[in-house]
């Protein structure tokens, strides 16, 4: 008798930005020449949970009205999201304004629709990120999903 094995698609991870990358994106951010980049890329500050730093990163971001997307590819292997279990407040440089709001995280193994829902909206927003990341084959759109973790902001305007 013959046993076949379905093999586990593995999504891909994105790559690693180096920490200067994030030092200039910061500068530009905040500049006068954030124009080049904010419609793509936003500053969020979180607060750490044990320490109470404050840390400041760029991130990719999908806009629905006062709501940020921000996806996190390689959930698991990041840690800054880890502070914003159970909902925290954020701040946020949006196209050079300063604003605040509450973020929600959703992982796959407690809100896969959410999970699923936000890849979808990057794969949308993205179509070129996610070609390169290969999530227009189903196979790899669910790894992807399964590794995955979604920040919800909502923005208090």
Known sequence: METTEMQQVTAPT???VPAFANAIMRWVLRSPFSRICDRAVVLVTVTGRRT??????PVQYVEDGDTLWIMSGAGPEKTWWRNLVGGAPIEVLLRRQQLHGTA????????????????????DRFPKFAEKLGIDDPEVFAAHVRNSV???????R
């Open 14 to 16: 994105p790559p690693k």
């Open 150 to 156: 979604i920040v919800r902001i909502h923005l208090d």
């Open 104 to 123: 929600e995280l959703a992982t796959y193994a407690d809100d896969p629709t959410t999970v699923e829902e936000g890849v979808s909206r990057y794969q």
């Open 52 to 57: 109470g730093r404050r840390f400041t990163f």
